[in-house]
């Protein structure tokens, strides 16, 4: 009985290369693709990574499966093999890590004020940002009214201490919420709240208490806000560049802890 091609031909270096480098470029350029779009390693895992290492690799197996005199077929078998696994490594590595949800912050409350009386040097921030390019005309009166209207308030913290709050996104854990541990922090911050209203009355200063921290700010601009509104005034928080404090959720209690 006469041999399968399998049997009688051992798979040349420039196949165990090529193929090797071509599996490797593939699952590293679309696999992140397809797994995580809102990611930037698509191309670059392919091209740069997972494409040159995978031929490589080619060449090292396809060296030493001659060096070790394997017959063919065994040969074939180590490069399906290695094939596969390189794909399955590859796409695994282009799977989404957990993201920053939010932070738990304990905090005591040092200062408050009106976001009007916190543009000074968010405009001159602005100001410069827009050098050169075409601003709409009145944005800076446009960003006053807004800061003047805004149902909330600017409040000036000392953080004590914080819990980081991340969220899974693999296929069998998305989702999932896990934190760090306390962490000790020293550390004055300005956030954007209106959890208690418009007034700075509501925020006596020297309170102490958990806040939950999040960036940017999660309330919808007003429908007068366009999509593309450079600079953002009709989102005071997105244009004081401020994370928002909401109060600590209930599905964080069982994870944070006693206070």
Same mark, same amino acid.
């Given at each position: 009985?006469?041999?399968?091609?399998?049997?009688?031909?051992?798979?040349?270096?420039?196949?165990?290369? #090529?193929?090797?480098?071509?599996? %490797?470029?593939?699952? %590293? #350029?679309? +696999?992140?693709?397809?797994?995580?779009?809102?990611?930037?390693?698509?191309?670059? #895992? %392919?091209?740069? *990574?997972? +494409?040159? +290492?995978?031929? *490589?690799?080619?060449?090292?197996?396809?060296?030493?499966?001659?060096?070790?005199?394997?017959?063919?077929? !065994?040969?074939?078998?180590?490069? %399906?093999?290695?094939?596969?696994?390189?794909?399955?490594?590859?796409?695994?590595?282009?799977?989404?890590? $957990?993201?920053? !949800?939010?932070?738990?912050?304990?905090?005591?409350?040092?200062?408050?004020?009106?976001?009007?009386?916190?543009?000074?040097?968010?405009?001159?921030?602005?100001?410069?940002?827009?050098?050169?390019?075409?601003? !709409?005309?009145?944005?800076?009166?446009? &960003?006053?009214?807004?800061?003047?209207?805004?149902?909330?308030?600017?409040?000036?913290?000392?953080?004590? !201490? =914080?819990?980081?709050? @991340?969220?899974?996104?693999?296929?069998?854990?998305?989702?999932?919420?896990?934190?760090?541990?306390?962490?000790?922090?020293?550390?004055?911050? =300005?956030?954007?709240?209106? @959890?208690?209203?418009?007034?700075?009355?509501?925020?006596?200063?020297?309170?102490?208490?958990?806040?939950? &921290?999040?960036?940017?700010?999660?309330?919808?601009?007003?429908?007068?806000?366009?999509?593309?509104?450079?600079?953002?005034?009709?989102?005071?928080?997105?244009?004081?560049?401020? +994370?928002?404090?909401?109060?600590?959720?209930?599905?964080?209690? $069982?994870?944070?802890?006693?206070?």
């Amino acid at each position: 009985m006469d041999n399968s091609p399998l049997e009688s031909a051992r798979p040349q270096l420039r196949l165990w290369v #090529l193929g090797l480098g071509a599996v %490797g470029f593939v699952a %590293g #350029l679309l +696999g992140p693709v397809l797994l995580n779009p809102e990611a930037n390693l698509g191309p670059l #895992l %392919g091209i740069f *990574i997972t +494409g040159p +290492g995978g031929a *490589i690799l080619g060449a090292i197996l396809g060296l030493a499966v001659r060096w070790l005199g394997l017959p063919a077929a !065994r040969q074939w078998q180590v490069f %399906g093999i290695t094939a596969g696994v390189l794909a399955v490594g590859t796409l695994f590595l282009g799977l989404p890590e $957990p993201r920053l !949800r939010g932070t738990v912050i304990d905090a005591e409350i040092r200062n408050c004020k009106p976001p009007a009386q916190a543009l000074e040097r968010v405009m001159t921030y602005w100001e410069k940002q827009l050098t050169g390019t075409a601003a !709409r005309r009145g944005w800076q009166t446009d &960003a006053l009214r807004s800061a003047e209207a805004d149902p909330g308030v600017v409040l000036e913290l000392n953080i004590m !201490r =914080r819990i980081q709050v @991340y969220e899974h996104r693999k296929p069998w854990n998305r989702g999932r919420l896990t934190t760090t541990g306390w962490q000790s922090v020293n550390a004055v911050k =300005r956030y954007y709240a209106r @959890y208690a209203g418009g007034s700075c009355t509501a925020y006596p200063i020297g309170t102490r208490s958990l806040h939950y &921290a999040v960036y940017p700010a999660p309330f919808p601009p007003p429908s007068s806000a366009g999509p593309k509104e450079v600079p953002p005034t009709s989102n005071v928080p997105l244009f004081l560049d401020l +994370g928002a404090l909401l109060p600590v959720p209930d599905e964080l209690q $069982p994870l944070i802890g006693k206070k």
